[in-house]
């Protein structure tokens, strides 16, 4: 399954200024306001655009609503999904794109945690568990040639690196602000800076078998 909506046909190709303004309506409304809150009609005065617009790129709100998410997540699930050999890929280049996604909308992880758990509305939780399934198989594919390719602690289980590694990329962003500020750590991008410094050094040291040790070992061979 392709992660990326397709266009139907007889609508025009590409990003439009007017799509492109529903989407940011989309996040402006959906990610501080909950699913069934939000209107059409809120959606189109956001974007100065006539609700048909709407239906015309989208079909309904909950076309809107699941582009908007698929799109914001999308360079993740594009990292996720590229060949480890061939891009250079690493856990720490996947963990730095899904910051740097956080930097521009960081109440989407809120978003995805209050849809999920509360279930306020089956549209949004049907949507929103979809994308999570897609990006989760993506997660295990991705932890799955780090394994093949001898780059995990062998003494770990994959499947347990792959909770480990979720968890240091989301959690920060969903803690209550209350721990972030007894802990010092406001979000900002200094914070994410140095959090994605800090998540690099313990995955090298404690998930994910060092290279430069790697090399030491096959040279001594």
Known sequence: MEFEMADKPGRPKGETQTRAALIEAAQGCFLHNSYD?????ELARRADVDAAMIRYYFDSKAGLFETMVRETVAPVASMFKQDLKKQNNSPGALMSAYYQMMEKTPALPRLIFQVLNQQTSDEAFSIVSHVIQEMLGFAGDWIQDLSHQQRLNPQLD????????????VFPLIAP????????????QSMLDNLLKHNINVMNQGLFQDPSQQSSESGAQ
């Open 37 to 41: 809150r939000v209107s059409i009609r």
């Open 177 to 188: 602000k209350v721990i972030l500020d007894e802990l010092n750590l406001p979000l900002s």
């Open 158 to 169: 994959p499947q347990w690196v792959r909770l480990s590694f979720i968890s240091l990329m």
